[in-house]
Each structure stands twice: as structure tokens, then as C-alpha cells.
């Protein structure tokens, strides 16, 4: 992967995956939304080994600016080997329940962002007959629950949007990679109380590195989340909406 | 699963909140909690150094970023969570090696400077804090500075050691040492007692950049002091691999498990299982690191919890003093299996409440079973506070005031380098109420 361009590279996640392909001396165009974080990570993968890195300060939910965006990072490294969206919220779930314009901040910044960009970028990768578009989604988006279903609805949707999108660039080489991590460990879910089933960053990363290399469509990291909702999503429908998940 | 408690789980007690440093570029106004302060990493101190009862905690671990490195010169700059294991990945394969590391990887730099740490090249390299250059620190008033051996001096010692009470290290800087590959060539002896022990230890100083002893301190009579001497270079040529094998404790084994007769037979084992004399080219991972292929290693001692007791002895009467501590242990019915004996050098270390100094120093730990447990350390602080010694403060949970102000008189110098914001149990228990932290 020589050509990196990661959307939401100030993520926990975004960062350690970054660091696996800088040691291997990658060049990257980084996107986040604020500009002095973007420096210290770039300064960090260059560190590493990076042999280029361009970053652009961006509101990645100002869907009008995505076409322009993608210019400017083919622009700055001619084409991309692998594209990593990494970008994401997670909502309060009662207070999407309490007001509707949560749920629906939620459902732009998780799903509707991320389709404007996979629909600019899945033209570009289809021109060029190659690539690999890897996507962190979440194992929250494998079944609807009471606890999460706005987070859930919003990971999901883009599930299903993936799949979609990986029969449609098959035919013409290029790896749609849907990631599916469980609990992790990141700023994101500082609020919430850590149990064994927390997975820290670094963890992730190499699950996701080595699904990106190996070329697999679906990864869960760690692996035994597959497992897990497999479990959640065999439990018959009249069962599940008793329970309390 | 509980969070935030020291590497030896004893004391039990939470901080009221905990707060992720996450990016340099947006620091928290300290000013504004309630509670006092304390930066923290990984928790590997023993102790209550890195507890914070009912006030908060700063956790470095997302400042992981590496900001520049000087391939010429071996210097590396980062952020204050960088772990050493992150680090050994990144500098080893480009010919460098940290200057002076502990018996784990799983440590942050500004840990290792808070703590001023020491390793198995004491004898040769001094202190963490002598390799490093300068660091930046967050004071709760909103004024970052800048810390080196030429700026902001008082505080640069100050910090070395000062166990995150002087302010918030957000990056460091310091030297590495060069080396051929990733390997050591290391050498096993076993000694028959600690006569044998000192002539080693000795003998080995001068031409091994590394040494130390695993002691059996359960066997009494003449077999007393046994144990396994390690010394080593870093290898020229030679290959080894590191295993990634590696196994994490799946819960708090019972308290059971480890009494007095089973420690006595896995001390036998270990010392009759080793050949007498063995040389051999190893990775540095089992070298330095043996128990981090055990993650959660603590959790063998029960719930309750363990106490790591490491002293220091001064040079003259150390090998009277260090017969008659490790005969109290063996006496004690209290029981440590992981005894480890070196030899300090004189290198100073710029901290200015850095713990090592020329001497011998033993590191025991010891299953907390409450009070006897307690009244054997106590024992044992008075006699190394006899003998002009000290106890270090990163690996302690228990020490009397007294004690510990014995051990630093230069501790009311010390006091005046902390910032107003910041505390730590251990700080309020060994100053008690002769200095009131803000809380």
C-alpha cells in the first residue's frame, strides 16, 4: 500500500492502523477536522517512516466540499492504493430518543458523509481499476437493539451500502473491506464503563492491517466478535424483543 | 474488571474521576477541577505513587505520538505516554536501544522519568534521568516549560523522580545508545550464597554492561542467598528471534496458591533447574523482559493484592545487612519468590528525590496477608534506616512518615518544586500533615 488517503486520521484507530503502514515507508493525505492534532499526527507517521505526508483540515459533514477534497488529495499523491474512513460519532442514544435532531446529526455524520465520499471515491477506484476502500462500520450495526439503535441504524445502513458497493467494484479489482470492531478502548467511548470485551486501539489496528493485506471483504476485530453476534443475530425475533440489550 | 489500581493492587482505592490528556494542542485547565491532580500511565508502579484517592487522575497513555528522531545522534523526542514497547519496536531495528530500561516494556517515558528508573546497568549508565535532554511540563497555571540541565534547572531535578508532583511532562527527549542487532549475549551462573553472590557481582561489573541476581530468599542455613546471577552484553553478531508467545493470567488466582511450601519448592526448582554455568545469545525480550510474556502476572497474587519492597544499602556493612534482612524474611513465614539482588553504581542521576545510590539493592515481593505482612516491612525499614539505606518510593504502599523522611531528608527541599494542583496518595501518607496539598 504505497498511496494512503485516511478520512477521520485523528481517530485512535485511524492512528495505529497509520502507524503499521508508515513503518513500511507509505505516503499519506490525511483528513481531520482540526488542524493543530492532524500536525502532531502527521509529524508522528513521519517520524515512523512515512515517506510523504499532506494533511487538509476539513468538516468532513459539508458534504459539498468532498468532490473538491478528493481533487486536492489525487492532486497531492497522484492516485490512492487504499482509502481509510475512519470518521465517526458515537451518540447518546436517550438523547436521540428525547430530540429527533440528534438522531438525525447522528445518521449524517456515520452515514450520509461517509456515502457522498464512497460514492465520489468508488468512481475514482473504478477509473482506475484498483485499490482497496476500507470502512470502519461497527458490530453495532449487525442488529438493532434498544440500547444503540440510532448508532446501530447508522453503522448498519453503511453495512449494507458497502456490500452494495463491493459487488458492484469486484469486477473491476478493487477490495471493499467493511470493518466491524467490537468494544474499543478509544476517546470515543471513554464515558462508558470497560469490561473484558474491550479491545485497546493497537489491537484493532493490526486486525484491520492484516484484512487489508490479506484482502478479505469483512473483518470484526477482534475476530471473536464474529462469534458474538452471531449469537445476537440467531436469537429469533419474538425472543429478542423481550430482552433487555 | 477494576481500573486505575497500581501494579501491586494494594491500596484498593479509586480516584473520583479520571481524565485523558489526549492531544498537546488541547490541554485541560487544571485550575478548574475540584480535587488535586495526578499524571499517570500504565500503573505499573507497586505502590499508592500512582493512586490518587478521591482526587483525579491525568492519563498520558493517548499522547503516544513520537515527534522527532535524530538517527545521527540517537535522540528521540516524544510524547509523554510513548511506552517503552512501542519505542524498543521503533529504535531497535534502527540500531538504537533505550538507555536504561526496568524489568517491564509496558511503561511510559514520562513514568520512567517520574520514577527515575533504574535497570540491570546501573552500574554503568546511572539513572533513567541522566540520559534525559529535556522535557516539556505542564504547570497547573497554565505555564508550560520547558525543563533541561540548563533551563529551568531546579525543576528539571526536580521532576526527575518527583513522581508526577512537580506538573504534567507532556513530551520528553533523551539519548539512546547504539547497538549491532536486537540481541545479548548473556551468560547464567549459579552462586551458592551471597558471599558468592558479592564476588560475582564484583568480578562481573566491570566487563558486563548488564548484571543481575534472581535469589532463592526462602532457603536459611548455608544454602542462604542462593540464587541465579545474569549478566550480558549487547551482542555483536549473532540472531535470535523473539517468541510471541505469550500468556495473560485469566483471574485472581486464590489466595492459597502461593504459601510458604509452594514458593519454597518453585524456588528450589528454579535454582536446581538452571545449569550450573550457561552462556548463550538471546533477543533482548526474555532478557530484560521475562514476566512481560505474562500479562497480568500481579493477578497470581489474589485479590488481595502484593507489596514490592526494594531497598538500597550503602557501601561498607551491605553484605551483614543483606544476610541478616533476608534472614528475617526467611524467618517471617512470609513468602516472595521473585527476590532480586544487584549492585548499584555511582553515577548520580540529576533527581533531586531519585532513589538509587551506590549500594546493593534487594527487590522482594510479598503477597499482602495483611498486618504480618505489614509488620515484616516495617521491620525491615528500620533496619535498612539503620544502616543509612533507603526504600524506593515507586514500588511502596506502606511506609511510616517517619521512615520515609528519614530516607529523603531533602524531601522538604523537594516540596517546594510541587505544584499547588497536584497530590498522590503516597505523597499525602508520607508527608501527612506536614505539608497539606490542595484536595
Given at each position: 500500500m504505497k498511496n494512503i488517503l485516511i478520512l477521520g486520521a485523528t481517530s485512535a484507530i485511524a492512528q495505529e492502523t497509520a502507524k503499521l503502514f508508515a513503518a513500511e515507508g507509505a505516503n499519506f493525505f490525511l483528513v481531520a477536522r482540526h488542524p493543530d492534532r492532524l500536525a502532531a499526527v502527521a509529524q508522528d507517521l513521519k517520524v515512523r517512516g512515512a515517506a510523504k505526508v499532506e494533511t487538509q483540515a476539513i468538516d468532513l459533514n459539508r458534504l459539498e466540499q468532498h468532490a473538491t477534497l478528493l481533487q486536492s488529495a489525487t492532486k497531492a499523491l497522484g492516485s490512492f492504493d487504499l482509502v481509510l474512513m475512519a470518521h465517526g460519532t458515537l451518540p447518546d442514544q436517550h438523547a436521540c430518543e428525547q430530540d429527533v435532531a440528534k438522531t438525525m446529526e447522528a445518521i449524517q455524520t456515520n452515514t450520509l458523509g461517509p456515502i457522498s465520499l464512497l460514492t465520489h471515491i468508488a468512481n475514482l477506484f473504478e477509473s482506475q481499476q484498483h485499490g482497496c476502500l476500507a470502512v470502519i462500520s461497527s458490530v453495532a450495526g449487525d442488529r438493532g437493539r434498544q440500547s444503540n439503535y440510532v448508532y446501530g441504524m447508522a453503522k448498519g445502513g453503511l453495512s449494507i451500502f458497502l456490500q452494495g458497493l463491493r459487488n458492484r467494484l469486484h469486477r473491476s479489482g478493487i477490495q471493499v473491506l467493511t470493518i466491524k470492531p467490537g468494544f474499543v478502548d478509544t476517546p470515543m467511548t471513554q464515558h462508558l464503563p470497560k469490561n473484558a470485551l474491550f479491545a485497546s486501539p493497537q489491537q484493532v489496528a493490526q486486525g484491520i492491517y492484516r484484512a487489508i493485506v490479506k484482502g478479505k471483504d469483512i473483518v470484526y476485530v477482534p475476530s471473536y466478535w464474529r462469534w458474538i453476534t452471531w449469537v445476537v443475530k440467531s436469537i429469533p425475533e419474538g425472543i429478542f424483543k423481550r430482552l433487555s440489550l | 474488571m477494576k481500573k486505575n489500581l497500581s501494579w501491586g493492587r494494594y491500596p484498593q482505592v479509586q480516584p473520583r474521576a479520571t481524565l485523558p490528556i489526549l492531544w498537546q494542542s488541547d490541554l485541560p485547565?487544571?485550575?478548574?477541577?475540584p480535587t488535586s491532580v495526578l499524571p499517570r500511565g500504565f500503573g505499573r508502579s507497586y505502590g499508592d505513587s500512582c493512586l490518587n484517592e478521591d482526587g483525579m487522575l491525568l492519563d498520558t497513555t493517548p499522547l503516544m505520538r513520537l515527534i522527532h528522531f535524530d538517527a545521527q545522534q540517537g535522540i528521540i523526542r516524544c510524547e509523554a505516554g510513548v511506552s517503552f514497547a512501542d519505542l524498543l519496536q521503533f529504535i531497535v531495528p534502527r540500531g538504537w536501544f533505550l538507555p536504561v530500561t526496568p524489568g517491564t516494556k509496558f511503561i511510559s517515558v514520562a513514568g520512567a522519568i517520574a520514577n527515575d528508573i533504574h535497570g540491570k546497568n546501573h552500574h554503568k549508565a546511572g539513572t533513567f534521568g541522566a540520559h534525559v535532554i529535556q522535557f516539556e511540563l505542564l504547570r497547573s497555571n497554565g505555564e508550560q516549560l520547558i525543563c533541561s540541565a540548563t533551563q529551568n534547572t531546579e525543576l528539571y531535578r526536580a521532576t526527575i523522580g518527583g513522581l508526577g508532583l512537580t506538573g504534567l511532562i507532556l513530551w520528553a527527549e533523551f539519548k539512546l545508545k547504539p547497538i549491532h542487532n536486537a540481541c545479548i549475549a548473556m551468560e547464567r551462573i549459579r552462586f551458592a550464597n551471597l558471599e558468592e553472590f558479592f564476588a560475582l557481582a564484583n568480578q562481573s561489573d566491570r566487563d558486563y554492561e548488564y548484571t543481575v541476581a534472581w535469589v532463592d530468599c526462602l532457603s536459611a542455613g548455608p544454602q542462604q542467598g542462593r540464587g541465579i546471577f545474569f549478566r550480558g552484553n549487547h551482542a555483536h553478531e549473532g540472531f535470535s528471534k523473539s517468541s510471541n508467545h505469550s500468556f495473560r493470567v485469566p483471574c485472581d488466582l486464590p489466595d492459597f496458591l502461593l504459601n510458604r511450601f509452594t514458593m519454597k519448592i518453585m524456588n528450589g526448582l528454579i535454582y536446581s533447574s538452571a545449569p550450573p554455568d550457561e552462556q548463550k545469545i538471546v533477543h533482548y525480550d526474555p532478557f530484560f523482559y521475562p514476566l512481560d510474556a505474562i500479562h497480568d502476572w500481579n493477578r497470581c497474587y489474589g485479590k488481595r493484592g502484593f507489596l514490592q519492597y526494594q531497598c538500597v544499602i550503602p557501601y561498607g556493612q551491605h553484605e551483614e545487612t543483606t544476610q541478616k534482612i533476608l534472614s528475617r524474611v526467611a524467618r517471617s513465614g512470609t513468602a516472595s519468590f521473585l527476590s532480586v539482588l544487584k549492585l548499584f553504581g555511582d553515577q548520580p542521576s540529576p533527581g533531586l528525590l531519585s532513589f538509587p545510590k551506590p549500594g546493593v539493592t534487594l527487590a522482594m515481593d510479598f503477597a499482602f496477608r495483611g498486618t504480618k505482612t505489614l509488620q515484616l516491612l516495617e521491620d525491615l525499614d528500620s533496619m535498612v534506616c539503620e544502616m543509612g539505606g533507603l526504600v524506593y518510593p515507586a514500588k511502596d504502599a506502606r511506609m511510616s512518615a517517619e521512615h520515609f523522611q528519614n530516607f529523603f531528608p531533602q524531601w522538604r527541599e523537594f516540596a517546594r518544586f510541587i505544584d499547588p494542583k497536584f497530590s498522590s496518595s503516597f505523597w499525602r501518607r508520607v508527608t501527612q500533615d506536614s505539608t497539606r496539598s490542595s484536595s
Open positions: - | 485547565h487544571l485550575t478548574g477541577y
